[in-house]
């Protein structure tokens, strides 16, 4: 299991289901505009949530590319969702800065509910098509870059859903931990 130390806050990634990361604070939800169950990482939260999460977010919906909602966690066992609508790769442009501001208004709504540990799914690369390596960088960089401003997030783990996700990840973190600073 990578784990790579960046101005204080760990980052991990590791093989697993988003909604079993109990030892985390809040999980993210690669979510649809109208915050509904849907398929892959949402239709797994929703349903290990419980209909109260729809009924949470629900008032919330629609969110736009890049936007990121907080909600309760219902009957998972975190405290928090934080919902974000990644980028539909080749429609929602562009959709390496709508990728990035989803992970940093992640972040920010982190920050603002004071929690030290979230947990990521690869945003996008799902139904919504991003491809793996590419959306892999662009998380892993935005995540090293927003480290030095965090605050009160000390914890970052990206669960993965397969060895190829896992792979495109560790790649990534390898080329930018390698990489010269700029």
């Known amino acids: 299991m990578p784990t790579h130390t960046e101005a204080g806050v760990t980052i991990e990634l590791r093989k697993g289901n988003i909604v079993k990361?109990?030892?985390?604070?809040?999980?993210?939800?690669?979510?649809?505009?109208?915050?509904?169950?849907?398929?892959?990482?949402?239709?797994?939260?929703?349903?290990?949530?419980?209909?109260?999460?729809?009924?949470?977010?629900?008032?919330?919906?629609?969110?736009?590319?890049?936007?990121?909602?907080?909600?309760?966690?219902?009957?998972?066992?975190?405290?928090?969702?934080?919902?974000?609508?990644?980028?539909?790769?080749?429609?929602?442009e562009p959709s390496d800065e709508l990728l990035r501001t989803g992970y940093e208004n992640a972040l920010a709504r982190a920050e603002d509910h004071d929690l030290s540990s979230v947990a990521f799914p690869a945003l996008s690369t799902g139904a919504f098509g991003y491809p793996l390596d590419e959306a892999a960088h662009i998380a892993l960089k935005t995540i090293l870059n927003a480290a030095p401003t965090l605050e009160s997030v000390t914890h970052i783990r990206f669960v993965l859903f397969d060895d190829e996700a896992l792979a495109a990840h560790e790649r990534a973190l390898s080329a930018l931990h390698d990489a010269p600073s700029t």
């Open 21 to 92: 990361q109990p030892d985390v604070e809040a999980i993210v939800n690669a979510a649809n505009a109208q915050l509904r169950t849907g398929g892959g990482v949402a239709g797994a939260i929703h349903s290990a949530a419980g209909p109260g999460l729809a009924e949470e977010t629900r008032p919330m919906a629609p969110i736009q590319p890049g936007e990121a909602v907080i909600s309760g966690a219902h009957a998972l066992p975190n405290k928090h969702v934080i919902h974000v609508l990644g980028p539909v790769y080749g429609r929602d």
